[in-house]
């Protein structure tokens, strides 16, 4: 069984930025596409960012320009959050899928597995 583990959460200001990292191990944890969601509060998860086992990029459009996601290697994933927001404050999980990466990147029944989460508050 792979098992996701996120660290770099936490509170920053308006402005600020925070780097969120993800290592996958256990079971057959290469091969993945690596990415990231979060739930905001009063809110359903929401797709944030994706990177292919190839490296293909997928961005939702509230953060391009702003985050960059980027892996290590094969097992490792990373999303640099630049110009946080207070709107950003949420929840972000990391998530992996296997097989073949269709256009579709946003629903999170498409993943296989998932972190436990890390928190990332934005004050104003």
């Known amino acids: 069984q792979v098992v996701l583990v996120e660290s770099g959460g936490g509170l920053v200001q308006s402005g600020g930025s925070l780097r969120l990292s993800c290592a996958a191990s256990?079971?057959?944890?290469?091969?993945?596409?690596m990415g990231w969601f979060r739930q905001r509060p009063g809110k359903d998860r929401e797709f944030v960012s994706l990177i292919s086992r190839l490296g293909r990029l997928h961005y939702e459009d509230f953060v391009k320009g702003r985050f960059i996601i980027s892996r290590d290697n094969a097992t490792a994933v990373h999303l640099q959050m630049n110009s946080l927001e207070p709107e950003d404050t949420a929840v972000y999980y990391c998530?992996?899928?296997?097989?073949?990466?269709?256009?579709?990147?946003?629903?999170?029944?498409?993943?296989?597995?998932w972190g436990q989460g890390t928190q990332v508050t934005v004050s104003s």
């Open positions: 998530a992996a899928r296997r097989g073949t990466l269709g256009p579709i990147v946003h629903r999170s029944w498409d993943y296989d597995y």
């Open positions: 256990g079971g057959t944890s290469t091969g993945l596409h």
